[in-house]
Nanobody
Framework: QVQLVESGGGLVQAGASLRLSCAAS????????MGWFRQAPGKEREFVAA????????YYADSVKGQFTISRDNAKNTVYLQMNSLKPEDTAVYYC??????????????????WGQGTQVTVSS
């Protein structure tokens, strides 16, 4: 079992930056591909970014490419999501995810093995 706890969300103005963290416990995250999803009010949960076990490979949704950066520190058992130039449409609950398959498989919510509880990000205009 892996427990994932997100932090770093909050209320910011458009154009600001935030860094989300996802701290894992129970097992080392080096055994998992890791990713981030988000869910806006009234919308389905959507893929944001994924990173391979080594951290050498990443994949982003088109909507955040060039704006968000996913990274991981396996020694700290933590995954990060750096979010820059935030827009009101980035407002959502952001969820950390772990999967036992490829990081590319983690684009699909059905391939997530473990979820965090989520952290709220609100961007005001």
């Amino acid at each position: 079992q892996v427990q994932l706890v997100e932090s770093g969300g909050g209320l910011v103005q458009a154009g600001a930056s935030l860094r989300l963290s996802c701290a894992a416990s129970g097992r080392t995250i080096s055994s998992y591909a890791m990713g981030w999803f988000r869910q806006a009010p009234g919308k389905e949960r959507e893929f944001v970014a994924a990173i391979s076990r080594s951290g050498q490979s990443t994949y982003y949704a088109d909507s955040v490419k060039g704006q968000f950066t996913i990274s991981r520190d396996n020694a700290k058992n933590t995954v990060y999501l750096q979010m820059n130039s935030l827009k009101p449409e980035d407002t959502a609950v952001y969820y950390c995810a772990a999967g036992s398959g490829s990081y590319l498989d983690l684009r699909r919510a059905n391939d997530v093995d473990y979820w965090g509880q989520g952290t709220q990000v609100t961007v005001s205009s």
